[in-house]
Nanobody
Framework: QVQLVESGGGSVQSGGSLKLSCAVSGNTYSEYCMAWFRQAPGKEREGVAAIDSDGSTSYADSVKGRFTISQDKGNNMLFLQMNSLKPEDTAMYYC????????????????????WGQGTQVTVSS
């Protein structure tokens, strides 16, 4: 089992920045893929960014150049730095984990991730 706890959400104005964190605990794996997803009311959950244990990354087109995913492997932390935020970025943000996988194999498809956090709300006002 892997436990994930997100933090760092909040309310910002358009153009502002936020940094989300995800604390990972439980079983550890030498190979894994982790990702950020978001879900706005009435919309499907969508992938935002992913990173694997080798450091390979993948981003949704809508956030490329604005968001950066990173990890601190020593402290079992996942991050999402979000800059130039837009109102359309408003959503609940979730981190997710899949053991024994890579970005190349599963990318940011929500169906391919096994473990999920409870989410942290991000609200961007215009």
């Amino acid at each position: 089992q892997v436990q994930l706890v997100e933090s760092g959400g909040g309310s910002v104005q358009s153009g502002g920045s936020l940094k989300l964190s995800c604390a990972v605990s439980g079983n550890t794996y030498s190979e894994y893929c982790m990702a950020w997803f978001r879900q706005a009311p009435g919309k499907e959950r969508e992938g935002v960014a992913a990173i694997d244990s080798d450091g390979s990354t993948s981003y949704a087109d809508s956030v490329k150049g604005r968001f950066t995913i990173s990890q601190d492997k020593g402290n079992n932390m996942l991050f999402l730095q979000m800059n130039s935020l837009k109102p359309e970025d408003t959503a609940m943000y979730y981190c997710a984990h899949r053991p024994w996988s890579t970005v190349q194999y599963i990318g940011i498809s929500p169906q391919r991730y096994n473990y999920w956090g409870q989410g942290t709300q991000v609200t961007v006002s215009s």
